[in-house]
């Protein structure tokens, strides 16, 4: 059940190359506590994104920049 998932910058601001981060599960559905009525309202888990920004380092020139990302929900980035 491998279920890396990744996240590709293309292009850098920086460099203007392309660049792939790794993403990693967040498991933050269970710890939520809300009850079960709340979970009705998610009709497609598997869908759901999120808009975040993040700060991420240019792996060539090692310059951080700001990148707004789409992640999936249930996924955070690692780097
Ligand atoms: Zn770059």
């Known amino acids: ?3 890396m998932e ?3 910058i293309d292009p850098c601001p920086i460099c203007g190359g392309s660049h792939t981060y790794p993403l990693s ?3 933050s559905v269970c710890t939520r ?3 079960a009525d709340s979970l009705k309202s998610v009709s ?7 808009r975040v920004t993040r ?3 240019c792996p060539v020139k090692h310059v951080m ?3 707004t990302l789409e992640l999936p929900d ?3 980035l690692t780097a």
Do not use: K
């Open 55 to 57: 700060f991420l380092m």
């Open 25 to 27: 599960v967040h498991q």
């Open 74 to 76: 249930g996924l955070e």
């Open 33 to 35: 506590g809300l009850g």
């Open 6 to 8: 990744q996240i590709t």
């Open 44 to 50: 497609n888990p598997g869908l759901a994104r999120r």
């Open 1 to 3: 059940m491998s279920s």
């Open 65 to 67: 920049f700001q990148a």
